[in-house]
């Protein structure tokens, strides 16, 4: 197996809403628009599917418990983070945690978008992009 995520879903109780608010947020919507919102995020694909949709499509009931995975999207620099968490709030999304120092050095904070789905907003120096946004773990 090579070691790569290709698809992100997002289970969305509503899928119009929800593709809005990443309309909002800058991302540009595939032509495929039958049932599902997919998006392309560099070398990935984010995806938006119904709730109903997706829990019968995996076979299991995903309950009302609170997300426990989130996403990141790491910035260039310190002052994108702040960039992002506004546009993301100016969107319909909600500040969680804002821009601030992290235990690690960086900058970074939260938003949720309009289903609380989690993303972190970070700057680690130690994390490079590269010219196409593909980040690197350090050597």
Known sequence: MDPRISIITIAV??????????????????????????????GAILSLFPRASAEK????????APPRV???YNTRTEAEVGEVLALAESSGGRI??????????GWYGYFADPEHNLWEVAHNPDFPLDAEGRISLPA
């Open 57 to 64: 499509d995996a076979g299991i009931a995903f309950g009302t």
């Open 96 to 105: 969680v945690k804002p821009a601030g120092r992290a235990f690690w050095g």
């Open 70 to 72: 989130y996403l990141a």
């Open 13 to 42: 109780d509503d899928l119009d809403r929800m593709a809005a608010f990443y309309e909002a947020m800058g991302l540009v919507r595939h032509r495929i628009r039958d049932g599902v919102a997919f998006f392309q995020m560099g």
